[in-house]
């Protein structure tokens, strides 16, 4: 096996296993959600998110396969920034506890949370999203589908962050 596939391989696996534990605890914390009397607002665009984020990743790896390796110093420079990354999104995970999930659910009349990163940024999850993609886009070696996984999923979180904002309260 080439050393361009193998490191592309790894790193969809440890990624999509990442994000398997991830699912699992939105899964958990929707339905405590919803038993809390939680609401989801129409209008978001979760199912295409649903294939978008997994995709991304798959189609990075694939050009990685075909293209890499990356440099030494970029493959550990998108290992240290998929690392910051996703610490990132743990503490804004961390930080939303039994509130965070893969959906918008709100629970109506609860407070926003203002703790950890949501101190500074309204929405620190999608930053921590953006620094995986290019983490992984520079890990692999995938820089055409990198930018292009980047630029559509970006767009659809800017769609998400209207439908957050408006069931949050913050638009009207």
Same mark, same amino acid.
């Given at each position: 096996?080439?050393?361009?596939?193998?490191?592309?391989?790894?790193?969809?696996?440890?990624?999509?296993?990442? !994000?398997?534990? @991830?699912?699992? %605890? &939105?899964?958990?914390?929707?339905?405590?959600?919803?038993?809390? +009397?939680? /609401?989801?607002? =129409?209008?978001?665009?979760?199912?295409?998110?649903?294939?978008?984020?997994?995709?991304?990743?798959?189609? !990075?790896?694939? @050009?990685?396969? %075909? &293209?890499?390796?990356?440099?030494?110093?970029?493959?550990?420079? +998108?290992? /240290?920034?998929? =690392?910051?990354?996703?610490?990132?999104?743990?503490?804004?995970?961390?930080?939303?506890?039994?509130?965070?999930?893969?959906?918008?659910?709100?629970?109506?009349?609860?407070?926003?949370?203002?703790?950890?990163?949501?101190?500074?940024?309204?929405?620190?999850?999608?930053?921590?999203?953006?620094?995986?993609?290019?983490?992984?886009?520079?890990?692999?070696?995938?820089?055409?589908?990198?930018?292009?996984?980047?630029?559509?999923?970006?767009?659809?979180?800017?769609?998400?962050?209207?439908?957050?904002?408006?069931?949050?309260?913050?638009?009207?």
């Amino acid at each position: 096996m080439s050393p361009a596939l193998s490191i592309a391989l790894i790193t969809l696996l440890a990624v999509l296993l990442m !994000m398997g534990g @991830e699912l699992i %605890l &939105s899964a958990f914390n929707e339905v405590r959600l919803r038993a809390r +009397g939680a /609401v989801e607002p =129409g209008g978001d665009v979760i199912a295409a998110m649903r294939w978008a984020y997994p995709g991304s990743f798959v189609a !990075m790896a694939i @050009e990685g396969a %075909l &293209s890499g390796p990356a440099p030494p110093t970029i493959l550990v420079g +998108g290992l /240290v920034l998929f =690392g910051i990354a996703k610490a990132f999104k743990m503490w804004a995970i961390a930080s939303l506890g039994p509130r965070w999930s893969y959906r918008v659910l709100v629970i109506p009349g609860e407070p926003l949370v203002q703790s950890g990163p949501y101190r500074f940024l309204s929405h620190p999850n999608y930053l921590a999203v953006v620094g995986e993609m290019a983490g992984v886009a520079a890990t692999v070696w995938a820089p055409i589908t990198g930018t292009l996984a980047i630029m559509l999923f970006g767009w659809l979180m800017t769609l998400r962050i209207r439908v957050e904002d408006r069931a949050l309260g913050r638009l009207r």
